[in-house]
């Protein structure tokens, strides 16, 4: 039997010519590996795929880990000003999950050929895209409220629909994080009450961040779905399995009740609900923007780049002292603190 | 390069005692103790854990997936293998509904 | 010992600075290891140190509210509306976050004199703060592995982390030795059972500390304590640290967030 290491991409032992991506052969194997998709069966690392499906899982699930730790930022630096000890336990905790769902969303893609390393060098060499949203800047107390509800709001629409996805890895990873993100609305919730029912300057305050955060919550599905150039290949491998333009309605039907319903506005003189179809009408977000913002010329890219880079930099040091000492110590057995697994 | 992101050791967890350790993803590392530290804070921030293993994943071997159905498949009848393959109790019933009068008291 | 209100007025107030000390030690220097989350070298380093960070202001919120039981404010109003010359926090932990070297050391100086203080305070006369002591004890042992498993790697892994690591200690040991300074009190706390004293907990706490620094190949500095927490003499560096930290509660924008 042909045994295949687990780690990273699918090495056969001993090594075997890589599969034809076109021909008889691959046209079977393609119409097996969509028969099994169309019957909701999950691909797995080691399973046949062809390397368009590959190609996508990877730019998807990288920039999803890349959002994640980039998106880290933005609240993470109100951790030092958080306003009572609770609420700086909780923005802790949250912004720990983003790290640990960046953490598996690295992994789920290194089932897929690419090293956490590589991606990582993708994303500091600014080759790698990441959610345009945490690009913007988080100016007060409020942002951190109004992130946690709408960014997170909308980034729960989207990940519910993903931990539907046909690839096994990506799917276990999308539900673990539902679970955890369903703690982000929660207490993103919970700080946006907290303000809306505040004195008028807290109102005012969390009114403001509801202005600056409407729109990019938006944008977090992507292009309006005329263009965007993946959708159609993604649904038919279920990678995803709504568009981004059914995700962005499905947002703006849960959570724009939730802003109104305490007297705060919209940012959008269109909004309003329509009986007929039982949705709410919104305008779209200026896509020239988005585009700006995702090519690198939003208001915080810079920074959110730099922030990022320094802490590598930083921590370089420690990455290869430690492999260093590892290695050193790989004959001698590390230090016998843990104990041998006993079956 | 110059530079690492560590090896990767998967991560097994057994939530309580008499329950199997289940994969429940990996970790990047330097060494093993590192690994079981890191881990603890990544897959028990929540939830129930009495026990934590971590494997080097170049440790980890699989079966081919293009083999599977044939591997692991059973083609002829096996199910002399399986509980269900036997009738024991139907035999002892109708024996026992013969003899019933000469039978002891059990 | 368990009911504050039959308690002597100089009593309630050496039991208290006590308190308070433990207090605005923890909460100090999980608000500066929390400075990490999202900038730490490693992403699993940084997911631990967060967790660390909300024990150890857990823990304060923890004796905070021991110390609200005896008649102070409640932790937040401790926490956000005090000034610099009130706290009684050692100056080590006020200290600016560092380098990663001086992060692990500072922890692992902070863990186990934090361990060897639970562990003599699961003793105390006033049974509140023992109960909670053993509480915190278990939760300890993570911080204790996590520490020292950094300090033994970092201490002798390459030249560079060996200098920082030295360097770190050298900076970080006299403060450390302030942890130790006994807060106003002492000898009523140590007469009426509450706690040894500051000096034994400390000759303790450098039985394990230097067995291994030596194994990491760190050499402990010749150098006297710097006191004058417990007073509430601090560094420059704390009035910055609580700028940051009282920033929104002070901002007399609300009462309640």
């Not at chain 1, 568009?243 to 802003?259: G, I, W």
């Not at chain 1, 920074?303 to 590598?312: D, L």
């Not at chain 2, 330097?30 to 971590?54: N, T, Y």
């Not at chain 3, 010359?85 to 500072?106: I, K, M, Q, S």
């Amino acid at each position: 039997m042909l045994v295949y290491r687990v780690q990273g991409y699918p090495v056969p032992i001993p090594a075997q010519a890589p599969p034809p991506q076109e021909g008889p052969e691959y046209e079977a194997r393609l119409e097996e590996f969509e028969a099994r998709i169309a019957r909701g069966e999950k691909i797995e690392p080691t399973d046949w795929m062809p390397e368009e499906y590959r190609r996508q899982l990877v730019r998807m699930i990288s920039q999803h880990a890349h959002s994640e730790v980039v998106g880290m930022l933005p609240e993470g630096r109100w951790i030092p000003h958080a306003p009572t000890l609770r609420r700086k336990l909780i923005l802790i905790a949250k912004v720990q999950d983003e790290g640990g769902h960046g953490q598996l969303l690295y992994r789920a893609a290194e089932t897929l050929g690419p090293t956490r390393e590589e991606m990582i060098e993708a994303l500091l060499a600014g080759k790698a895209k990441y959610s345009v949203v945490f690009n913007y800047p988080t100016p007060t107390w409020a942002d951190v409220a109004a992130i946690g509800l709408l960014i997170d709001g909308a980034a729960v629409v989207n990940q519910l629909m993903l931990a539907q996805g046909s690839y096994g890895p990506y799917a276990r990873a999308m539900k673990r994080i539902c679970y955890e993100e369903s703690f982000h609305i929660k207490q993103g919730y919970d700080a946006f009450v907290a303000l809306a029912t505040g004195t008028p300057a807290q109102r005012q305050m969390m009114q403001e961040a509801v202005n600056r955060w409407w729109y990019p919550a938006l944008m977090l599905f992507g292009p309006p779905d005329r263009d965007s150039v993946h959708t159609p290949t993604l649904l038919r491998w279920r990678i995803k399995t709504k568009t981004n333009d059914q995700l962005r309605q499905e947002f703006v039907d849960q959570y724009a009740p939730m802003v109104l319903r305490l007297g705060l506005t919209i940012p959008d003189p269109n909004l309003r609900y329509d009986p007929e179809t039982g949705h709410w009408r919104f305008s779209e977000p200026d896509w020239d923007e988005f585009w700006r913002v995702i090519r690198g010329d939003g208001p915080c890219n810079a920074e959110r780049m730099a922030a990022r880079r320094r802490a590598h930099e930083e921590g370089r040091w420690v990455r290869e002292a430690l492999a260093a000492k590892a290695a050193r110590q790989a004959d001698g057995g590390g230090n016998g603190r843990y104990a041998v697994a006993g079956l | 390069m110059g530079d690492t992101q560590w090896p990767v050791y998967e991560v097994f967890l057994q939530e309580k005692r008499g329950e199997p350790h289940v994969h429940v993803g990996a970790v990047h590392a330097p060494d093993p103790e590192m690994a079981l530290i890191l881990a603890k804070e990544q897959f028990v921030r929540r939830g129930r854990c009495v026990s934590l293993w971590v494997v080097p994943a170049e440790a980890i071997y699989a079966s081919r997936a293009e083999e599977a159905e044939e591997l692991f498949a059973s083609a002829l009848e096996k199910d002399y293998r399986e509980p269900r393959g036997f009738r024991v109790t139907e035999r002892v019933r109708r024996w026992m509904e013969r003899h019933g009068e000469s039978l002891p008291d059990v | 010992m368990g009911n504050p209100s039959r308690m002597s007025e100089p009593l309630r107030e050496a039991l208290g600075s006590l308190l308070l000390a433990m207090a605005d030690d923890e909460v100090l220097l999980g608000h500066r290891d929390a400075e990490w989350v999202g900038h730490a070298p490693i992403l699993e380093a940084d997911i631990a140190m967060a967790s660390i960070a909300q024990d150890e202001i857990g823990h304060a919120i923890l004796w905070y509210s021991l110390l609200h039981e005896l008649g102070w404010p409640d932790p937040d109003r401790m926490a956000y509306f005090r000034d610099p010359p009130e706290f009684r926090n050692a100056t080590l932990v006020e200290l600016p976050r560092g380098d990663w070297a001086f992060t692990v050391v500072r922890q692992f100086l902070f863990d186990y004199a934090e361990k060897v203080r639970l562990e003599a305070l699961m003793a105390s006369a006033y049974r509140p703060l023992a109960e909670a002591a053993a509480k915190v004890r278990r939760e300890e042992t993570y911080h204790l592995m996590h520490s020292r498993a950094w300090v033994v790697r970092l201490g002798d892994a390459t030249e560079e982390s060996h200098r920082r690591m030295q360097a770190a200690l050298d900076l970080a040991w006299p403060h450390a030795l302030g942890l130790f300074e006994p807060a106003p009190g002492e000898d009523l706390r140590v007469a009426e059972g509450i706690q040894p004293p500051e000096a034994e907990l400390r000759a303790r706490w450098e039985a394990e500390v230097r067995p291994i620094l030596e194994a990491a190949s760190l050499v402990v500095p010749e150098a006297e304590p710097i006191d004058g927490g417990r007073k509430g003499q601090h560094t420059e560096h704390l009035a910055a640290l609580l700028a940051d930290f009282q920033l929104v509660a002070r901002s007399g924008v609300g009462e309640t967030w």
